[in-house]
Structures are given as structure tokens and as C-alpha cells.
């Protein structure tokens, strides 16, 4: 057996090598790891250790991530990659204001890079609630990348919110097509439901803010929102927005946001996701007893429906 390698320039020639043939991350991290011990705090070595260790670890272990991408960023302040890092690992652990300030510091070294200004844009929005404190920032990102839809949805959402809704249709409308992802038809559907019902005209104050338009397309529009922050795949967000609608079918639905949330949760049953009751509920920002509460009507609802068919 070849004696385990610890000189870092050997290490670096493994890990490189192992990422490029896209190996098992079982076999990447301890390389890594080994890396990190023998290189010296802040040199190239050990940067390049600690960044794909908060990059790897990000989506798995975000608590471990961020404790990585703060070495690079203390070692090098104007390290954006490390900072980036750090905002994405922080809104997954939920501490969305320490997200905010990562990625404000990351688009301070790179001011160019819309993924960043959508972040805290997004952040502000839809974790925070302040969807007058995003505006700026999600304009920002949508001028930077005007071909990007997840960018203009993500606009369109706030304007709607702030009352704008015939500039946030006019962002979507012309992109609606065969292959406009679930999330975004709903979000238009939210949207123009808010205009036909003040009259196709852009509401005074910040009603639409706080209020959002009745039925089908409040429901849809929560879903949407909550949805955001889960990891769900193109799959898993159609079934929910199918699941939805089969809700609706049978009627108007109370308490939407909560509705949603169950919604979501039966998709992360029926896939086995690996996420919690309180998880999906938090998303969604309503008590988890309360999401518990809306489980039986979901089901009964959709097992109905199944045997319908």
C-alpha cells in the first residue's frame, strides 16, 4: 500500500485530481482535511483547502461550511467566493441578517455579480418581510442579468408587494411561455389576480404588501414564496403546485399560508425528503402545530382526488 502523502503540494495534486474526476465527496474530504492540518493558516494552500471544504460541505453541513469560509474570509478579507459562501450557508441555518451582511460583503469585491445582489434582494423579500428594502437591490441584479427569469420573478414578487403590480406583470408576462417554470406561473397568476381586483390599476399605499389577492391565487402565491426556501427540485415543485391546485378544485381554501405549508410538507413526505415538520414549517413562517393542523385536510383532499381518477 502507498504510504499516506501529508506534503500539501502533494495533497493539492490529489484533491484537484479527485475533483476534476468529480470523485465521492467521501473520498475528497478526508484529502481535504489532511491538506487544511499540513498547510500554513492564510497561505495559498490552506485558502484553497478551506474554500472547497465550505463549498463541498455547504448544502450537507452549512454549521461546518460557515466555519471554513470564516478562515478564508479572516486570512483574506476580500476573498468574495468565501464570502458568498458564508451568506449561502447562513440563510440555510436560518440567521438571515448575518446572510445579508456576507453577501453585501461579497458584492463589495465583486459589485458586478448579480447572483449576489439577488440574494440579499431575495433575503430582504421573502425572510425578512421588507419588500420596500429589496426593491433596489433586486433592480440592481434584473439591469445586471435582464435575461435571467429567476431574477425577474424575483423582482416581480416585491414590486407586487409594494403595490407595483403592473410593473411586476409587465416583468413576467412576456416571459410566460410552454416552459415557464410552475413557480413562475403562479406568481403571475398571484399578480394579475392583485390587479383585477383593484380594478387593473397600481394600489395606493402598501396594501398588496401585506394583503394578497383571495382564493386560488393567494394560495398559489404562498406556496411560491415558501417554496423559495426549500431545496426542491423541478419535480417536487410541480407536484406541489399539482397538489395545490387539486385543493383548490375541491373549493376555497382558509388560511393559505398554512395550507401552503402542508402542501409542502406532503411533497416532502411522498419524496422522502430528508426535512423536518418544523423545517418546512419555518419556510413558510407559520407554527409547526399549525401545519400539523392542515395535514389531515391535505390528504384527505388529495386521496380523494386520487381515487377520482
Known sequence: ????????AALRRDVERALEAALDLTRILPVLRRLARATAEGSDDSIFAHTQLAELLADRCPWRASLHARRVTRARPD???????????????????????AYERALQYAP?????????????????????????????????RPDCTDIAASFAHALARTGQLKRAASLLAPRAGRRTPPEHVALLAWIKG????????TPAGAAV????????ARLMSELDTGLRSLPFNAAQRSRAVDLAQALLAW?????????????AFAV??????????????????VAARTLRAHLPAVRARSDARARLR
Request: glycine share 8%; proline share 5%.
Open 268 to 285: 416532502v413526505a411522498e419524496t422522502e425528503l430528508p426535512l423536518s415538520l418544523a423545517e418546512v414549517a419555518a419556510s413558510f413562517r
Open 1 to 8: 500500500m502507498e504510504p499516506e502523502r501529508h506534503e500539501p
Open 112 to 144: 458586478q455579480n448579480a447572483a449576489y445582489a439577488h440574494n440579499i434582494g431575495h433575503l430582504l423579500d421573502v425572510a425578512l418581510g421588507s419588500a420596500h428594502s429589496a426593491l433596489p437591490w433586486l433592480e440592481r441584479a434584473c439591469d445586471a
Open 79 to 101: 476573498d468574495e467566493r468565501a464570502w458568498a459562501v458564508l451568506g449561502f450557508c447562513q440563510a440555510k441555518l436560518g440567521h438571515h441578517r448575518f446572510a445579508i451582511s
Open 194 to 201: 392583485g390587479a383585477a381586483a383593484s380594478g387593473s390599476t
Open 251 to 263: 373549493g376555497p381554501t382558509e388560511q393559505s399560508r398554512a395550507m401552503a405549508a402542508a402542501v
Open 209 to 216: 404588501a401585506t394583503k394578497a389577492p383571495r382564493g386560488r
